[in-house]
């Protein structure tokens, strides 16, 4: 079965400063992997998303995530953090296939202090 | 809005009564999951439809619990005899069976079993 780790529950930046959320899967096939984003009171959201091609995918708001199969990682990163980045932050993975489902991490709480 | 909606936002309920939730997906969607988050986790996936047929169902899916999507439209999470430990929000979600993974989360329906 397929699962992500989150390496931190909790992380607190000053604004300005920069971000690196840590994530791993365990699948040794091909997966598709994502960030999902949840601002205080709001529904997840998609941030953004690597199926193939180049490593290093670029989402909204500046936030961009590395693949690196070797290292089964896909860390989060954002060179200069704002106020209103603070949320949680699921890192999830799907397996390439039409009948799979998103299994989730735990996830990440960022807090940016102004 | 043209979003996922869920209702009720929230449950209160007693040990052992049944709850129904409510989704509402966005039209074009021919894909609805259902997802539970407890406190400190990531969502965890319950079961999902493509159309009327539910073609997975996790194991985390006891026996008081059944979904349905009659129609394709709407869906409903029903739990009988509801215990402590399903206190939980439960999420419901939409895509197009192309966008894989690309889901779009409604806001939740917390469930609180007193």
């Known amino acids: 079965a397929q699962s992500v780790s989150q390496h931190n529950h909790h992380v607190i930046l000053s604004e300005a400063a920069s971000l690196e959320l840590g994530c791993n899967y365990s699948?040794?096939?091909?997966?598709?992997l994502f960030w999902y984003v949840q601002y205080p009171g709001q529904h997840l959201q998609l941030l953004l998303k690597?199926?193939?091609?180049?490593?290093l995918v670029k989402g909204i708001k500046g936030f961009e995530a590395e693949f690196i199969k070797s290292k089964f990682s896909f860390n989060l990163r954002k060179p200069s953090v704002q106020w209103s980045d603070t949320a949680e932050y699921f890192c999830?993975?799907?397996?390439?296939?039409?009948?799979?489902?998103?299994?989730f991490g735990k996830g990440t709480m960022l807090l940016v202090s102004p | 809005d043209t979003g996922v909606s869920q209702d009720p936002r929230h449950k209160i309920t007693k040990r052992g009564q049944n709850v129904t939730f409510r989704c509402d997906p966005i039209?074009?969607?021919?894909?609805l999951y259902w997802y539970r988050q407890t406190l400190g986790q990531g969502p965890e996936f319950l079961t999902y439809f493509q159309n009327e047929a539910q073609l997975e169902k996790s194991r985390l899916l006891s026996d008081r619990f059944s979904a349905e999507r009659p129609k394709g439209s709407f869906s409903t999470l029903e739990i009988q005899r509801t215990e402590q430990g399903d206190s939980a929000m439960y999420l419901c979600a939409s895509s197009l069976d192309r966008e894989l993974g690309g889901y779009t989360f409604g806001s939740g329906t917390r469930l609180t079993v007193v």
């Open positions: 699948y040794g096939g091909t997966v598709n």
């Open positions: 690597y199926f193939s091609g180049d490593p």
């Open positions: 039209s074009e969607h021919n894909r």
């Open positions: 999830a993975v799907i397996l390439n296939s039409g009948y799979s489902t998103l299994t």
